[in-house]
């Protein structure tokens, strides 16, 4: 039963996320103070999500680190200067909202990328080291990244920050992968599969909580919602573009390429909105959970362009070897 209810929770994924953030809105006197719960239920997913891992998977990947040096650099360079230059182009003098759209990309690579991955046969591996190797050091990478890019211009809990990545990413990585590594094998199998779609839920939990808590920024919509809307998708869409060209730039096989695309292009957006609705004025919250909208549609559209790209490929390399066998 655990088992279909997950296959068809993935199915529906692309309108999981949009469909909770309206219900945040629409519901938020009633769900605003049930807020406390958002990072204990965030940290359930992050353990639910490290359970496929474990410390000796991770050493095989790092010893060909091309891959994941190439994505840490588009994740936490080159896409948060991006989305500083778009939100200072699009947004300038507004420092709130240039904040979260730069929050929006420095935070870590999303956890359900892994779904996704796995889904279009990407290589799995390389994506969970990815995953695991950014959380851990987010609570690093996330405040430094504002401070650089954002400096003294607004006021930011640093310490808080990176106690509440740790709580809430970290340590339940840690744990997850530590039960994988000395548990029996089949038990951590049989736990993740039991948990997989508890954690699906709860995107959808933490979704609506956050949306609830930034209600008022969103029920009225005015041109200054619709334009903060239209930039972080253009941002959102370049990420997985950037991300695809990475992998080719690097001449990564099919499945690097897959796991690339959309690890570059995910966040882990629903952190991103923890952070900004706990550490930071409300408007800081509006781009990052705006990109709560269509983040799993954008993966989903990712897929189709992927499976084409690479089906169209695989028939023309047939091809190309049929004509060069006629011609022997």
Not at 36 to 42: A, N, Q
Not at 98 to 121: H, Q
Not at 183 to 188: A, D, K
Not at 220 to 226: A, E, F, S, V
């Amino acid at each position: 039963m655990l088992l279909k209810l997950n296959k068809h929770l993935e199915k529906i994924m692309p309108l999981i996320t949009p469909t909770s953030v309206v219900l945040g809105v629409l519901l938020s006197v009633y769900l605003k103070d049930f807020s406390f719960l958002i990072p204990w239920i965030f940290a359930f997913m992050t353990f639910t999500g490290s359970l496929n891992s474990n410390f000796k998977s991770l050493a095989d990947v790092v010893r060909h680190p091309l891959p994941i040096l190439a994505a840490m650099v588009l994740l936490h360079i080159l896409m948060p200067i991006w989305a500083w230059g778009v939100g200072h182009i699009a947004f300038p003098g507004d420092i709130f909202t240039i904040t979260g759209i730069v929050l929006g990309m420095a935070i870590p690579t999303g956890v359900t990328s892994f779904i996704w991955v796995s889904i279009y046969k990407g290589n799995i591996p390389l994506t969970l080291s990815l995953i695991l190797i950014d959380t851990i050091l987010s609570p690093l990478i996330v405040p430094y990244c504002l401070s650089v890019l954002i400096g003294e211009k607004i006021e930011m809990d640093f310490l808080g920050i990176m106690q509440g990545l740790v709580g809430m990413i970290v340590l339940p990585s840690l744990l997850g992968m530590l039960l994988n590594q000395f548990l029996n094998g089949n038990l951590t199998k049989k736990l993740s599969t039991s948990l997989a779609p508890f954690s699906k839920i709860s995107i959808g939990i933490v979704v609506m909580l956050n949306g609830a808590v930034i209600a008022p920024y969103l029920k009225n919509i005015n041109l200054k919602l619709i334009s903060i809307t239209l930039v972080v998708f253009f941002i959102a869409v370049t990420g997985y573009v950037f991300s695809f060209l990475m992998g080719k730039l690097i001449r990564s096989d099919r499945e690097t390429v897959v796991s690339l695309t959309f690890s570059g292009g995910m966040r882990n957006i629903s952190a991103g909105a923890v952070i900004a609705v706990t550490y930071f004025p409300p408007a800081v919250a509006v781009p990052v959970v705006v990109g709560m909208l269509f983040q799993q549609i954008l993966a989903s559209f990712t897929g189709y362009f992927l499976a084409h790209y690479y089906n169209k490929k695989t028939i023309y390399l047939k091809l190309e070897g049929i004509n060069k066998n006629e011609g022997i």
